[in-house]
């Protein structure tokens, strides 16, 4: 199979892993030293993730488990567009916490993907509604 180079076809490739839970190509959607910025102030998360690894084990892994166990997310990409090697992808994201509160989020993300990796995210979302969800006792 052919996978496609283009940066926006990598970043549907991407979100639709997450979505799917296919930790295989989510791990091989990015460059060893791709960087994720999760802006705002968000316990555990609330930082620049650095390496491949660290960001798929760490932050996309830690981030799992703040969520009830067997209830799986639902992910769904909404809006994506780009120019070059700048793509920004829009998603949503549903499930219930580990505390049981619903947790239903609107996320915008720049990716930039250069050879066909994703070398870097800007992640945008509603931190507040993060915080008060994933970490009632800290809100």
Known sequence: MIISTDPKAVV?????????GN??????SFALDATWE??????MLGRTWQGRDTIVDEFLGGAGTLFAPD???EV??????????????EWTSKATARSGAAYDNRCAGIFTVRDGLIV?????????????SLFPDQA
């Open 12 to 20: 549907v490739r991407y979100v639709e892993a997450v979505r799917d």
């Open 23 to 28: 930790l295989g190509v989510i791990r091989d």
């Open 38 to 43: 999760y802006l705002g102030e968000v316990p």
């Open 71 to 73: 209830t799986g997310a």
């Open 76 to 89: 769904e990409l909404v809006n994506i567009f780009g120019e070059g090697e700048q793509v920004l992808a």
């Open 120 to 132: 870097s995210v800007r992640e945008y979302c509603d931190t507040l509604h993060v915080v008060r």
